[in-house]
């Protein structure tokens, strides 16, 4: 199911009026300062009145049965206002790795309760490098007889790792990288936070030992599952990116609009028009790759994974160049803790780095194009 532009442009309209409402500023600071770092009464709003959680989940699992078109305006409006909340670990990271999986039971266990809003989730791959490769993962997991297993190992750089109610844990078997369901409050599990650039999007680290975990999808098939998670998780952050860019773009025009210096608007000089303009190209172009990325996931078009690759590539440096300039135009004010400048600057740069970095990205757009 695709919604039509009028019906995108009500959904964007009432996630921007919501955001206005229940992630301004000071609410952003107050919750990257507490524990947990988002406002449970507001996630419950979210998924009872807007029904974010649900929206691009199957029907036959509670969800809306809208895709990536829909998900990418709500995440484009979350990443502009910078909310603080379980949405891109639970609904883009947990929530496809189990459709990614196959594995219908578990999809049907676990997704009425994420759609609901009931659930948060997370999707624990990384370790203490940082990479999201199956390949070089080192936590392990072994049969404890009657289709049980125990998981044992690390894991670093999970969003939300210390408050998800359900972990989806990527470790190794004898048949290769494998996806696993695992309950936080197992014995075994301790999750501790990390103190990371970005205060607004929360991570964690994990520790497994002996953890009694489920078995998701066939044994071995971790590098497929990753291969399509990574995909659209990469387009979801564009998303995220061209909404905290085109926020960027805005402050800045709207400072030099009311910045008066030699009795004139600083923005009738031409280095800061020079600026304004350069900011507004990278954001047009990381919107334009963004929502193209979105409409083929929706499409289920062969040209997606590559498209996924460019969104992410474009989006990156976008978000990371216009947030950089946004501290320029405001000039010694936007060097303060006190203006919001340096929190859009420190959630682009922290998801700049998410998936691996620039080398990464770029060799997985290699690999998309068959090079």
Not at 132 to 156: F, N, Q
Not at 159 to 186: E, K, N, Q, S, W
Not at 326 to 332: A, K
Request: contains cysteine; charged residues 25%; hydrophobic residues 45%.
């Amino acid at each position: 199911m695709t919604a039509d532009e009028s019906e995108l442009r009500e959904l964007r309209a009432s996630v921007r009026d919501f955001m206005a409402a229940k992630s301004p500023e000071e609410a952003v600071r107050k919750h990257m300062e507490s524990e947990p770092r988002f406002d449970t009464a507001v996630w419950a709003q979210a998924a009872d009145q807007l029904r974010l959680p649900g929206l691009a989940l199957p029907e036959e699992y509670g969800g809306d049965g809208f895709g990536m078109v829909e998900l990418g305006v709500v995440l484009e409006e979350m990443g502009r206002a910078l909310l603080c909340a379980p949405f891109f670990a639970t609904v883009v990271l947990a929530a496809q790795a189990l459709l990614a999986s196959g594995d219908e039971e578990a999809c049907a266990r676990h997704l009425p309760g994420i759609a609901a809003g009931r659930t948060t989730a997370t999707l624990a791959v990384a370790e203490d490098e940082g990479f999201w490769d199956p390949a070089l993962i080192t936590a392990r997991a072994v049969p404890d007889g009657d289709g049980a297993w125990t998981l044992s190992g690390r894991k670093c750089f999970v969003i939300d790792g210390t408050t998800a109610d359900l972990l989806l844990v990527m470790a190794r078997t004898v048949a290769g990288p494998t996806l696993f369901a695992v309950d936080r409050r197992a014995a075994g599990v301790a999750a501790e936070s990390m103190e990371t650039l970005d205060a607004t999007r929360a991570m964690a680290r994990l520790a497994f030992d002996a953890v009694p975990a489920t078995l998701v999808g066939p044994e071995g098939a971790g590098g497929r599952i990753m291969t399509k998670v990574l995909d659209l998780a990469s387009v979801a952050l564009a998303a995220e990116q061209a909404g905290g860019a085109r926020r960027c773009l805005e402050m800045s025009a709207d400072y030099a609009r009311v910045r008066h210096q030699f009795g004139r608007p600083i923005g009738a000089f031409q280095a800061v028009k020079h600026k304004c303009a350069d900011m507004l190209v990278q954001v047009e172009l990381a919107e334009a790759s963004s929502r193209e990325a979105s409409r083929l996931a929706a499409e289920d078009s062969p040209d997606f994974p590559v498209a996924a690759a460019v969104a992410h590539a474009c989006c990156s440096r976008a978000y990371l160049a216009v947030a950089m300039e946004n501290i320029q135009v405001h000039g010694g004010i936007g060097f303060t803790w006190e203006h919001p400048a340096h929190l859009y600057f420190r959630r682009a740069k922290s998801s700049q780095l998410l998936f691996g970095g620039p080398a990464v990205y770029h060799e997985r757009l290699l690999d998309r194009l068959g090079i």
